[in-house]
């Protein structure tokens, strides 16, 4: 009995994602030509679709460069503003003393 194999995951997934977006770029408009659209209809809509590709390539790539970034910035020793520990003023809890100005 042969142990199952783990499928491979792709080396880039917003690359293949790109590629079949291309892909639909090109073919959508040959359809829409078959089907008896205009030149210009078909030929906007080719447009139309290369800005959503190409908007949607930028942010994946965005996206991909973020959460690289993520387990770097993980470090413990680098705590931000809202990541601090220990009590205080500003926690959530009920403040004890008066609120009333001393005059």
Do not use: I, K
Request: proline share 7%; with cysteine.
């Amino acid at each position: 009995m042969t142990a199952a194999r783990p499928r491979a995951v792709p080396a880039a997934p917003a690359s293949d994602v790109v590629r079949w977006a291309v892909f639909s770029c090109v073919l959508v408009p040959v359809v829409l030509l078959w089907y008896g659209t205009s030149l210009a209809g078909a030929a906007g809509t080719a447009l139309g679709l290369a800005a959503v590709t190409a908007v949607c390539r930028l942010l994946l790539r965005q996206s991909e460069r973020g959460a690289a970034r993520l387990p770097a910035e993980e470090d413990p020793a680098r705590r931000g503003r809202r990541h601090r520990t220990g009590t205080g003023a500003h926690r959530g809890g009920r403040h004890t003393g008066g609120s009333t100005p001393v005059g």
